[in-house]
């Protein structure tokens, strides 16, 4: 049986990234977060095909969650190095180009089985998505089947209703009254 991660505090971290520009090796750890919200998704691997589309669209709403008080990590099972070479190639050449936050590392496929979305016989993370409050509080999780993208949109909707710190009834939206 899966274990809740939602209220609880998020498993913690230490991986090795790639800058979103693709020029600089460094390493984060949960902690870095400590004060901010945190979108910390999970994706299969690099060059893979609907991969690149959410990537670059997070990417490309970077600013949105930034105003958000927010940060943005990807990681895959990759090394630092496919990762690297992804970001350095072309989007018409199925690159992702440079990006506005930073690629992790699970080669060791660690944080994907503590977060609950290594698929183990085929060594890949499923598609999971999760919010991560300023205390480290785990606030949200999506996982999916790897055929289907996420939405920035449902996204950036999610974080700012926890973010209202009310009762968000479905379908909420930022200005909607909270319970």
Request: net charge negative; glycine share 8%.
């Amino acid at each position: 049986m899966a274990e809740r991660l939602v209220g609880r505090p998020a498993p913690d971290f230490a991986l090795e990234t790639v800058t979103g520009d693709g020029q600089e090796f460094g390493s984060v750890k949960l902690s870095d977060y400590r004060g901010k919200w945190l979108v910390f998704f999970f994706y299969p691997l690099d060059f893979t095909f609907v991969c690149p589309t959410e990537i670059t669209a997070l990417s490309d709403a970077a600013d949105q969650f930034k105003e958000l008080d927010t940060e943005i990590l990807g990681i895959s099972v990759d090394s630092v190095h496919s990762h690297k070479a992804w970001i350095n190639t072309a989007k018409e050449n199925n690159g992702l180009g440079k990006l506005n936050f930073p690629l992790a590392s699970d080669i060791t496929k660690k944080t994907a089985s503590d977060y609950g979305v290594l698929i183990e016989e085929e060594g890949v993370a499923l598609r999971g998505l999760f919010i991560i409050d300023p205390e480290g509080e785990l606030k949200y999780q999506v996982v999916n089947h790897n055929d289907v993208g996420r939405s920035v949109e449902e996204t950036l909707r999610v974080l700012q209703a926890l973010q209202s710190g009310g009762l968000c009834p479905m379908n909420w939206k930022p200005g909607d009254q909270n319970l």
